[in-house]
């Protein structure tokens, strides 16, 4: 399965505004903590990868997730392939990670306000150090990726967002940029 995003640095509120105007259902707001990981002998800046454990938090009830990205497979979106698993205890997959030579990278924090329109996920994403930023979203088998993209397209133009804009970085590489 592949994940097919589009992101754009965008002020919430009229997103917000555009998000009721097009009868979108809200999903809620949660907070995410997401570790991001070394590999002991890959360098996944070179290859474009991500291994990562969210932890997340939404409405007092808290989960753990360990994420695989593999590398961007087209230069018009942020898609990639992607495997993801509930995981019982994030700090028991952190200490096994440990174990094996993966070692913590980077954090990154963010609150996630999420809505589903037309098929897609929205996301209003508040990420610390970094800002707002809007995320449209969807899965796709390989030979849906380009309608998949095109859908997204269209649906943050009727967001009054530009996909010209789209930022392909991850908020994981923004933050490495910004202090860097």
């Known amino acids: 399965m592949y994940e097919v995003e589009l992101k754009v640095r965008a002020d919430h ?3 917000r505004e555009r998000l009721a105007e097009l009868d979108a259902e809200p999903q809620g707001i949660v907070e995410q903590v997401d570790t991001y990981y070394d590999h002991p002998v890959r360098d996944f800046a070179e290859t ?4 990562r454990i969210r932890r997340e938090t939404y409405e007092d009830e808290s989960t753990a997730r360990v994420t695989y990205k593999g590398p961007l497979v087209e230069e018009a979106s942020k898609t990639r392939e992607e495997w993801e698993t509930g995981v019982d205890d ?29 098929g897609y996920t929205v996301t209003l994403d508040n990420v610390a150090g970094l800002g707002e930023y809007v995320e449209v979203e969807t899965e796709a088998e390989e030979e849906s990726i380009d309608s998949a993209r095109e859908g997204a397209i269209r649906l943050l133009q009727d967001l009054g967002l530009d996909a010209d804009e789209q930022v392909r970085t991850s908020y994981l590489g923004l933050l490495l940029d910004e202090s860097a």
């Open 48 to 51: 474009d990868e991500a291994l």
């Open 13 to 15: 509120e009229p997103v």
């Open 90 to 118: 994030g700090e028991t997959m952190a200490s096994i990670l440990d174990e094996l030579g993966f070692a913590p990278a980077a954090t990154v924090e963010k609150i996630r306000e999420r809505f589903s329109c037309d």
